[in-house]
């Protein structure tokens, strides 16, 4: 039976191929997913978004970001789902942003929401919606156990990463580390490019600086005054660039301050078959099996020490793993069967009343 998801993205982000936020990339594997298995998948996100099914555009905020540009950007997202619900025979609403609590849908239909980031991200009454037919999960474990058991909690979903990582094989190992994401103070990677130094090591540091003003000052103030000819700042990688960059280097460092609440980075990096560093919080112990795939490291005193032991970790047995764990396939099956669960639930309810 073929059913119709109707996922809403972040509004700041694109959906697509050269989609370089997590929750937007996962977005884009579920899109693809249910398409390639004959489901209906409409996209309400940024109109430069390129999806595989039926793209509803919202507004396009540029620049600083701002209390009015929020405002706007919800007022688009809210007439979006509302003109989506009356063209097409939608079954599940699948929201994604950090903000969803400001554009539920008011129509009787079920919705899914997906909690990306960790639990102090969400305004405080998002997370105690009274909305029927509203269920909520998380991307792990550790992840799931923060948030209050009165919340109509499903099971946690892994992510998974995209197929086209496990496909670039081949390309040569180089003598440099790397680290990717959103350049903002939680991520820290100030403390990469300082272990990099200490460890006497190249690092390549990707991602996009977004518009929010102390993300810019920490790049000014933290990330600058740490770069050299030997540590660079590279900007963002789509898909295709993050699959050399991440299988060329001889590591990949997550030195996160937050919990990170799945670490689709790390998961990307073991597919190109190349181990991580990372701290040992939120859910990076449940990506990294340390000393096999990487090293979990305490603190970032830690990190030069296992930067180089990386040099001994066996690359094929790092994409073993996470083909096993990671699958895209894997993600959208279960996917599919949270979207069936959900139906079968409204209906015995709808039935019942």
């Not at 700041?12 to 977005?27: C, D, F, K, N």
């Not at 997370?127 to 499903?154: D, G, I, Y």
């Amino acid at each position: 039976m073929s059913f119709t998801v109707l996922s809403v993205a972040f509004w700041l982000s694109i959906v697509g191929p050269e989609s370089v936020g997590g929750a937007e990339q996962i977005v884009l594997q579920i899109d693809e997913g249910l398409v390639h298995r004959g489901h209906n998948s409409l996209v309400i996100a940024r109109p430069e978004s390129k999806i595989a099914g039926t793209l509803i555009p919202t507004m396009a905020v540029d620049g600083r970001v701002s209390d009015e540009a929020w405002r706007m950007a919800h007022d688009s997202i809210r007439k979006a789902i509302a003109e989506a619900l009356r063209r097409y025979p939608v079954d599940v609403v699948h929201l994604h942003g950090v903000d969803f609590a400001d554009y539920l849908p008011v129509e009787d239909v079920p919705v899914l929401v997906t909690l990306h980031l960790p639990l102090h991200w969400y305004k405080p009454n998002a997370l105690t919606v009274t909305r029927p037919n509203t269920f909520f999960h998380c991307v792990s474990r550790s992840q799931a156990e923060t948030f209050s058991k009165t919340l109509p909690m499903l099971p946690a979903l892994e992510n998974g990463v995209s197929s086209d990582l496990f496909r670039h094989r081949g390309i040569r190992k180089g003598q440099f580390a790397a680290a990717l994401g959103r350049i903002c103070p939680e991520k820290g990677f100030h403390l990469a490019l300082r272990a990099c130094r200490q460890a006497h090591t190249p690092m390549l540091l990707a991602g996009k600086v977004y518009p929010f003003r102390e993300h810019q000052a920490y790049f000014a103030e933290e990330i600058v005054p740490e770069l050299d000819l030997q540590r660079r700042y590279i900007g963002p990688v789509a898909i295709l660039g993050k699959c050399r960059l991440l299988s060329a280097a001889s590591c990949l460092i997550v030195p996160s301050l937050a919990p990170e609440t799945s670490s689709l980075v790390a998961r990307e990096a073991l597919a190109c078959g190349t181990p991580v560093v990372a701290f040992a919080n939120g859910a990076l112990p449940e990506v990294v099996q340390d000393g096999e795939t990487g090293f979990l490291v305490r603190d970032a005193d830690d990190l030069p020490d296992a930067i180089r032991a990386c040099q001994s970790l066996d690359s094929e047995n790092c994409r073993r793993v996470a083909l096993q764990r990671f699958s895209p396939d894997r993600m959208v099956e279960n996917y599919i069967a949270t979207y069936h669960g959900i139906l079968e639930g409204a209906c015995r309810l709808s039935q019942a009343a």
